[in-house]
């Protein structure tokens, strides 16, 4: 069942999500159709976003849900303690793990598998990102 309230948890899944669950069976979840989604990537990847609370990135060949992201109205935690309105300054006490990548624009745990970017000016946590371990090289071969 869809529940904006879910944790998140790396490498598994939020919202009642399940990384490399099917198309079939994310809708199941949601209880209704996902619909077309947005093509990504000359349409290896599609996405679809939920409620203003989540959006799913699907592999269109492995029809497998590959990463989820959080949106603005998604209320889960993150190792119990970080969500999408942590202010940005806590977010390493709060996750010592957590590294800022320049060059991306996120902090990240390779510990802890997730990424945190943040939104200006409010410097909050906006966007907190899990995927599959093969997310990245499969996003890199789709493309």
Request: glycine share 6%; with cysteine.
């Amino acid at each position: 069942m869809y529940d904006i309230y879910a944790p998140i948890i790396p490498r598994v899944g939020m919202g009642g999500f399940l990384l490399n669950m099917s198309k079939q069976e994310a809708e199941k979840v949601l209880g209704y159709p996902l619909g077309d989604g947005e093509n990504m990537h000359n349409g290896a990847w599609k996405k679809y976003m939920i409620d203003d609370a989540l959006t799913l990135f699907f592999s269109v060949q492995q029809n497998k849900l590959k990463a989820i992201e959080t949106e603005k109205d998604y209320k889960g935690l993150v190792l119990g303690r970080i969500g999408t309105s942590t202010d940005e300054a806590d977010l390493l006490r709060l996750d010592p793990t957590l590294v800022y990548d320049e060059f991306e624009e996120v902090y990240e745990s390779k510990e802890h598998h997730y990424q945190i970017e943040t939104c200006l000016p409010e410097e909050k946590a906006r966007w907190i990102s899990i995927s599959t371990e093969d997310w990245s090289e499969s996003r890199m071969i789709d493309q």
